[in-house]
């Protein structure tokens, strides 16, 4: 449960329990609790940590289609075996010489030990990551519950006398000053400002983000980069395998089904000669010319929202289509609303971000609209696309109001399938990146982790379409990045294309 000061609206017993479900669905291992002072010797260590291939039965040769599996001993800092799980691990089978990569799903056996699952559809090398120590989680998680302000907002307020600045959030601890409820009327989505002396509520003009509260923690040697905090684990032996090809008269199609890994968790696909492919059948078609994508796009309108992540795929249209010319609406950058049209094919495209929170720049407080409100805006059908992104600027507010935000927007998507049942609605999800010592707190993947699970159980069962782009960024050989480099921007692209102009059968 979060914070006593950070209250959430009430839910319909429906809701409750579907909140509730999806909690149990995402629900992480328990993890230690933490000494004051913290010493790192029981704590989880990767480099006396190790990862080992299984090897294949005796005289048994790896073929394109086994499974390779590969288990993972943690050990700490005196070298002793951990006993427990939820440690934070990645894993990455990859091949530089074929631009091939692939993410292994990863199990916890809550002992200390872990495995990692891949498909084998090319040679390549193991890779395993501790991104974080389960002790650190336990950190973590105390973060979100006692500091879910640990960034705040600011938003001015003016009259024809002065200005005024003051905090705001979604959840503002209790002072003797009066509060601003900002909370919008049609999703029930919380905000709330610290009203200003002598001036209204409705004086409020603009938002910005208003910094980082510091020293929250005495905790820091759990987040010490090349130490414990996204270093490599060593391999206790051979870290890659030769494969032969496929033998004779074996049938192989590579399905989700023959991926399907424990827990119900199916890669989505992997890349081969820096391209990225599907693996639940479909194809993921090359969109390699500006007149390939203006072809799958004529006559579309595409409406995209979320934050900078997405904002990135708007302006790679723009710069990859001569003919699709952005308006000057002199928006920000940053928030939009941006807009771009190519008369002659009769594309338009736009974006916008999604509301607070949002950790920005100076911006009008009348030009932050929630996802749900627009997507209720939208008159959709065959030649309307809806892509929307949303998780990076909440990985340190509980999780419950991450939920909430999704179930807002899931209801909104229905509302627009019932009346437009051809609209194209796709969701980028969250991916891995480099955060800091001091930013995990805020920016962990842990916390990424956590809402990216939450996003496929709240839409699981729903006609969208996932661009997954966790899976996209930890494949890749490049490293993480909130926002991913351009190699792996054209394949989230051509997924999108593939998706709006799905190749034809027969």
Same mark, same amino acid.
């Given at each position: 449960?979060?914070?006593n000061?950070?209250?959430?609206k009430?839910?319909?017993?429906e809701e409750a329990l @579907? @909140?509730?479900?999806?909690?149990e669905s995402?629900?992480?291992?328990k993890? *230690?609790?933490l000494p004051?002072?913290l010493?790192?010797?029981n704590t989880?260590?990767?480099? #006396?940590?190790t990862?080992t291939?299984l090897p294949?039965k005796?005289?048994?040769?790896?073929?394109i289609g086994d499974?390779?599996?590969?288990?993972?001993?943690?050990y !700490?800092?005196?070298?002793?075996p951990?006993?427990?799980?939820g440690?934070?691990?990645?894993?990455?089978?990859h091949n530089?010489?074929?631009?091939?990569?692939?993410?292994?799903?990863?199990t916890d /056996?809550l002992?200390?030990?872990?495995s990692?699952?891949?498909?084998?559809?090319?040679?390549?090398s193991?890779q395993?990551?501790?991104?974080?120590?389960s002790e650190?989680v336990?950190?973590l998680?105390?973060m979100?519950?006692?500091e879910p302000?640990?960034?705040?907002f600011k938003s001015?307020f003016?009259s024809?006398?002065?200005?005024?600045?003051?905090?705001?959030?979604?959840?503002l601890?209790?002072t003797e000053?009066?509060?601003?409820n900002?909370?919008d009327?049609?999703t029930?989505?919380p905000w709330?400002?610290?009203?200003?002396?002598n001036?209204s509520? &409705?004086?409020r003009?603009s938002n /910005?983000n208003?910094g980082?509260?510091? &020293?929250?923690?005495t905790?820091e040697?759990?987040?010490?980069r090349?130490v414990n905090?996204?270093?490599?684990?060593?391999?206790?032996g051979p870290?890659?395998?030769t494969?032969? %090809?496929?033998?004779k008269?074996v049938?192989y199609k590579i399905t989700?089904? +023959?991926?399907?890994?424990?827990g119900?968790s199916k *890669?989505?696909?992997?890349?081969y000669?820096?391209?990225w492919r599907?693996l639940?059948?479909?194809?993921?078609q090359?969109?390699?010319?500006?007149?390939?994508?203006?072809q799958?796009?004529?006559?579309k309108v595409?409406h995209? /929202?979320?934050d900078?992540?997405?904002r990135?795929w708007?302006e790679?249209?723009?710069?990859? +289509?001569?003919d699709?010319k952005?308006?000057n609406?002199?928006? %920000?950058k940053?928030?939009?609303?941006?807009?771009?049209l190519?008369?002659?094919?009769n594309?338009f495209v736009?974006h916008?971000?999604h509301?607070?929170?949002?950790r920005?720049?100076n911006?009008?407080s009348?030009?932050?609209?929630y996802?749900a409100?627009e997507l209720d805006?939208?008159?959709?059908?065959?030649n309307?696309v809806?892509?929307?992104?949303?998780?990076?600027?909440? !990985?340190?507010? *509980?999780?419950?109001f /991450?939920?909430?935000?999704l179930?807002?927007?899931r209801?909104a998507v229905?509302?627009?399938?019932?009346r437009a049942?051809?609209?194209v609605v796709?969701?980028?999800?969250?991916?891995?990146?480099?955060f800091?010592?001091?930013g995990?707190?805020v920016n962990s993947?842990?916390y990424?982790?956590q809402?990216l699970k939450?996003?496929?159980?709240v839409?699981?069962g729903f006609?969208?379409?996932?661009?997954?782009?966790w899976?996209?960024?930890?494949? #890749?050989?490049?490293?993480? &990045?909130?926002?991913?480099q351009p190699?792996?921007i054209?394949n989230?692209?051509n997924?999108l294309?593939?998706?709006i102009?799905p190749?034809?059968?027969?």
């Amino acid at each position: 449960m979060y914070s006593n000061f950070c209250k959430l609206k009430p839910l319909s017993p429906e809701e409750a329990l @579907e @909140e509730h479900l999806v909690l149990e669905s995402i629900a992480w291992p328990k993890t *230690p609790p933490l000494p004051s002072p913290l010493s790192l010797n029981n704590t989880s260590d990767p480099a #006396h940590s190790t990862f080992t291939i299984l090897p294949r039965k005796r005289g048994e040769q790896w073929y394109i289609g086994d499974k390779l599996e590969v288990m993972i001993k943690m050990y !700490d800092f005196q070298g002793y075996p951990k006993k427990s799980g939820g440690d934070v691990l990645l894993a990455r089978l990859h091949n530089l010489t074929l631009g091939a990569g692939a993410a292994g799903h990863i199990t916890d /056996y809550l002992n200390g030990t872990y495995s990692a699952v891949f498909s084998l559809l090319w040679e390549g090398s193991a890779q395993v990551i501790l991104v974080h120590p389960s002790e650190a989680v336990t950190e973590l998680r105390r973060m979100n519950k006692e500091e879910p302000d640990r960034i705040f907002f600011k938003s001015q307020f003016r009259s024809s006398l002065f200005t005024r600045t003051t905090t705001c959030n979604v959840c503002l601890r209790p002072t003797e000053q009066p509060v601003c409820n900002y909370t919008d009327l049609h999703t029930g989505e919380p905000w709330f400002c610290y009203k200003p002396t002598n001036l209204s509520c &409705n004086a409020r003009i603009s938002n /910005y983000n208003g910094g980082y509260k510091k &020293n929250l923690t005495t905790m820091e040697k759990l987040f010490q980069r090349g130490v414990n905090m996204k270093v490599s684990i060593p391999a206790s032996g051979p870290a890659s395998v030769t494969i032969l %090809p496929k033998q004779k008269g074996v049938s192989y199609k590579i399905t989700k089904k +023959l991926l399907g890994i424990g827990g119900g968790s199916k *890669p989505s696909g992997y890349y081969y000669q820096g391209v990225w492919r599907a693996l639940d059948g479909s194809t993921v078609q090359q969109f390699n010319t500006s007149s390939a994508i203006t072809q799958c796009l004529k006559g579309k309108v595409v409406h995209m /929202y979320g934050d900078s992540t997405m904002r990135q795929w708007f302006e790679y249209l723009n710069a990859s +289509l001569p003919d699709l010319k952005e308006f000057n609406l002199h928006s %920000p950058k940053s928030i939009g609303p941006l807009m771009a049209l190519d008369y002659a094919n009769n594309i338009f495209v736009t974006h916008r971000a999604h509301g607070p929170p949002l950790r920005t720049v100076n911006v009008p407080s009348m030009e932050l609209h929630y996802i749900a409100n627009e997507l209720d805006n939208v008159v959709g059908g065959s030649n309307t696309v809806v892509v929307f992104g949303i998780w990076a600027h909440f !990985d340190n507010f *509980p999780i419950e109001f /991450y939920i909430r935000r999704l179930m807002s927007i899931r209801r909104a998507v229905v509302r627009l399938l019932s009346r437009a049942p051809g609209t194209v609605v796709v969701i980028r999800t969250g991916n891995p990146k480099s955060f800091t010592p001091s930013g995990a707190f805020v920016n962990s993947d842990w916390y990424t982790f956590q809402r990216l699970k939450a996003l496929r159980a709240v839409f699981k069962g729903f006609n969208v379409h996932l661009v997954d782009a966790w899976e996209m960024v930890l494949a #890749h050989h490049l490293p993480h &990045n909130m926002h991913p480099q351009p190699p792996i921007i054209k394949n989230m692209i051509n997924v999108l294309l593939s998706y709006i102009c799905p190749q034809k059968v027969g």
